[in-house]
Nanobody
Framework: QVQLVESGGGLVQAGGSLRLSCAAS????????MGWFRQAPGKEREFVAA????????YYAGSVKGRFTISRDNAKNTVYLQMNSLKPEDTAVYYC?????????????????WGKGTLVTVSS
């Protein structure tokens, strides 16, 4: 199976940038689509971005499109989320996730694997 561990969260001012990392351990990492969800207190978990196992297809939530970029380095078993032009409404716990089908990221939260999350706080 696969274990996912997020890192890179922290406090940043509005307009700033932050890069999250998701380190994966386990077999067949490169065969999984990878993505990110986020959840703020009192709100439901929401989809943020996803990347196919080939790296050729990406999906983004409308709220982050143009500001966030998802990428992966299969040789290092790592997925990244580069976050630019951060806004206070981006404040949330960000979760890394994996599923064999990238389409599931926009239709379901039933991921094959989840990380434990990393907190991102954006001050105004």
């Amino acid at each position: 199976q696969v274990q996912l561990v997020e890192s890179g969260g922290g406090l940043v001012q509005a307009g700033g940038s932050l890069r999250l990392s998701c380190a994966a351990s386990g077999r067949t990492f490169s065969s999984y689509a990878m993505g990110w969800f986020r959840q703020a207190p009192g709100k439901e978990r929401e989809f943020v971005a996803a990347l196919s196992w080939t790296g050729r297809s990406t999906y983004y939530a409308g709220s982050v499109k143009g500001r966030f970029t998802i990428s992966r380095d299969n040789a290092k078993n790592t997925v990244y989320l580069q976050m630019n032009s951060l806004k206070p409404e981006d404040t949330a716990v960000y979760y890394c996730a994996a599923h064999q089908s990238i389409a599931e990221f926009t239709t379901s939260e039933d991921m094959d694997y989840w990380g434990k999350g990393t907190l991102v706080t954006v001050s105004s």
